[in-house]
């Protein structure tokens, strides 16, 4: 697959602050993005999706924003949580062939995010 | 609903031997993923199954292989076992093949070989 990056290995921010992780991407095929969290000893958690219809896409304290024309990804997380504390990482499908089948999903290097109290 | 789980969760090997490693997908859940995770490489798709054929497979030597059984459980083998092979192996699951829909991680399992 084509690479998906991001741009910060490490974002330390302050509790009760907004925290907001970004990811680049290289291949304009790509249609289908997710983040993932992952906690130490854990398997990756989906947080949110979205496609590439889209560019914004709201959760529970979480909002992913998609720039189509620079490739560029985000995920702004509301008032942070110790809870927070773990590596993200944003992931990619390229464009559905005919016949399906869920091909891999290509993964960034992760943005440990760091909570100071 | 239970999650995905995986078995066994940590594993100790040493080089040329060969190891399975099992992945129980989410109830109802027919596509299972499995994926390498490496502090170098990052996480790597290594390749995925639906009723019981692999639809696609990542770029992983064929000592890596795996399998799907009638009820969606999946195991993965790893043959020759070498000292790069150490990483923290995980399974997803999600309800069909087409593109877009969700996966869900296991846990993982962790094996080093030495």
């Known amino acids: 697959g084509e690479s998906v990056g991001l741009h910060l290995p490490t974002l330390s921010v302050q509790e009760g602050d907004n925290s907001i992780i970004n990811c680049a991407y290289s291949?304009?095929?790509?249609?289908?993005f997710i983040w993932y969290k992952q906690e130490s000893g854990k398997g990756p958690q989906f947080i949110i999706d979205?496609?590439?219809?889209?560019d914004k896409r709201q959760g529970q304290r979480v909002t992913v924003l998609l720039n189509k024309t620079v490739k560029h990804l985000s995920l702004q997380i509301a008032a942070t949580q110790p809870g927070d504390s773990a590596v993200y990482f944003c992931?990619?499908?390229?464009?559905?062939?005919?016949?399906?089948?869920?091909?891999?999903?290509?993964f960034g290097k992760g943005t440990h995010l760091i909570i100071q109290p | 609903k239970a999650g995905v789980t995986q078995t066994p969760r940590y594993l100790i090997k040493t080089r040329g031997q060969q190891v399975t490693l099992s992945c129980s997908p989410i109830?109802?859940?027919?596509?299972v993923s499995w994926y390498q995770q490496t502090p170098g490489q990052g996480l790597q798709f290594l390749f995925e199954?639906?009723?019981?054929?692999?639809?696609n497979k990542g770029n992983f030597p064929g000592r890596f292989s795996g399998r799907q059984f009638s009820n969606s459980r999946s195991e993965m083998n790893v043959s020759t076992l070498e000292l790069g092979d150490s990483a923290l192996y995980l399974c997803?699951?999600?309800?069909?093949?087409?593109?877009?829909?969700?996966?869900?991680f296991g846990p993982g399992t962790r094996l080093l070989v030495l």
């Open positions: 199954y639906f009723s019981e054929t692999q639809r």
């Open positions: 979205i496609r590439s219809n889209m």
């Open positions: 109830s109802g859940h027919r596509s």
């Open positions: 997803a699951s999600s309800l069909a093949p087409d593109r877009g829909e969700t996966q869900y």
């Open positions: 992931a990619d499908l390229l464009g559905v062939p005919s016949g399906g089948g869920a091909d891999g999903l290509t």
């Open positions: 291949n304009s095929a790509s249609d289908y």
